[in-house]
């Protein structure tokens, strides 16, 4: 499954204004609760948290990648916040983080996130790509830097 089928414009939210990671992740999940890939969102966003205790979902580069199987999500899906001022993720580079991917995997279905995450490790190698999330003035542009890569 591409990146590009599980992240539709409609959950693509910029510059949003937010003061914690697990704000960013409410109004993502809003967005998954409103286009119907979620069901439950305190469900799927305590599946979320819990992932969270595992480990830390900052994945360097100022980039968090917070994701959860979850009994709440209805279909695979990706959303994607840009804040507008970063935040402590407890990354592993140290790095605070402005860009993140919110994936959500139902309970009982494939590994998508799992594939997912792998794709979007490889992408955020790429400088420029990093750059093209962060410079969109749009959502068209974003999936535009998500589809150059794929």
């Given at each position: 499954m591409?990146?590009?089928?599980?992240?539709t414009?409609?959950r693509?939210?910029?510059?949003?204004t937010?003061?914690?990671k697990?704000?960013v992740?409410d109004?993502?999940?809003?967005?998954f609760e409103?286009?119907?890939?979620v069901?439950?969102?305190?469900?799927?966003?305590?599946?979320?948290?819990?992932r969270e205790?595992?480990g830390?979902?900052?994945v360097?580069?100022?980039?968090?990648?917070?994701?959860?199987k979850?009994?709440?999500?209805l279909k695979p899906a990706?959303a994607?916040?840009?804040v507008?001022q970063?935040?402590?993720?407890?990354s592993l580079?140290?790095?605070k983080a402005?860009?993140f991917?919110?994936?959500?995997a139902?309970?009982?279905?494939?590994d998508?996130?799992?594939?997912?995450l792998?794709?979007?490790?490889?992408m955020?190698?790429?400088?420029?790509?990093?750059?093209?999330l962060r410079?969109?003035?749009?959502?068209?542009?974003?999936?535009?830097?998500?589809q150059?890569r794929e």
């Amino acid at each position: 499954m591409k990146i590009t089928e599980l992240l539709t414009a409609d959950r693509i939210l910029l510059d949003i204004t937010v003061s914690t990671k697990e704000e960013v992740w409410d109004v993502l999940a809003q967005a998954f609760e409103k286009t119907g890939a979620v069901l439950d969102r305190a469900g799927y966003l305590s599946d979320v948290a819990k992932r969270e205790t595992l480990g830390t979902t900052g994945v360097g580069f100022g980039v968090a990648i917070p994701h959860a199987k979850s009994a709440a999500v209805l279909k695979p899906a990706l959303a994607f916040a840009r804040v507008t001022q970063a935040l402590d993720v407890q990354s592993l580079d140290g790095t605070k983080a402005d860009l993140f991917f919110l994936i959500a995997a139902p309970l009982n279905g494939e590994d998508v996130h799992l594939q997912a995450l792998s794709r979007l490790a490889r992408m955020l190698m790429h400088e420029d790509f990093l750059a093209a999330l962060r410079n969109a003035n749009g959502a068209e542009e974003i999936q535009a830097a998500l589809q150059a890569r794929e």
